[in-house]
């Protein structure tokens, strides 16, 4: 035998403390529903673009009218080059929906994907010396 299933109770005049209705995503997680996720992603049945998690992204153009909230977002947020880790993050998506957003807007020519910049370890030893020798004539 199974106990009964609790549910909160509501009074009358605290309309906005209900939860969302069944399959609804609640208002911080646009991801609440697996098919909601399809809808986003689209059919990624084709080639993805070689993105990683520290792929630099940049838009190129301004979103247009045709673009889906999603894209337009993704747009606004790339003003200035943010990783895809980053985006997924402030757009509450999964890495893998946002590959497939971003390969649309690659073949669109919305965006732009740039390899991160890697700094050297070590700093040249010609240069530190070249600092060191003008510190010491100062």
Same mark, same amino acid.
């Given at each position: ?6 549910? /909160? /109770? +509501?009074?009358? &005049? ?5 939860? *969302?209705?069944?399959?609804? *995503? ?5 991801? @609440?529903?697996?098919?909601? #996720? +399809?809808?986003? @992603?689209?059919? $990624? @049945?084709? =080639? ?13 153009? =301004? ?7 999603? &894209?337009?977002?993704? #747009?606004?947020?790339?003003?200035? *080059?943010?990783?895809? $880790? =980053? ?7 999964? +890495? ?24 050297? !370890?070590? $700093? ?12 010491? !004539?100062?």
């Amino acid at each position: 035998m199974t106990p009964p299933q609790r549910q /909160r /109770r +509501f009074s009358a &005049q605290e309309p906005s403390a209900r939860p *969302p209705a069944e399959g609804a *995503p609640s208002p911080g997680n646009v991801t @609440g529903n697996p098919e909601r #996720l +399809f809808v986003i @992603g689209g059919d $990624a @049945g084709g =080639e993805r673009a070689d993105i990683d998690l520290v792929t630099l992204i940049v838009a190129r153009t =301004e979103p247009p009218a045709s673009a889906t909230p999603e &894209q337009a977002a993704l #747009l606004r947020l790339c003003v200035a *080059p943010l990783s895809v $880790a =980053e985006l997924s993050a402030y757009l509450s998506l999964p +890495f893998s929906v946002v590959t497939v957003l971003l390969t649309e807007m690659l073949a669109a020519e919305l965006v732009q994907a740039r390899a991160p910049i890697v700094r050297q !370890k070590v $700093a040249d030893r010609s240069l530190l010396e070249a600092v060191m020798h003008g510190l010491q !004539k100062l």
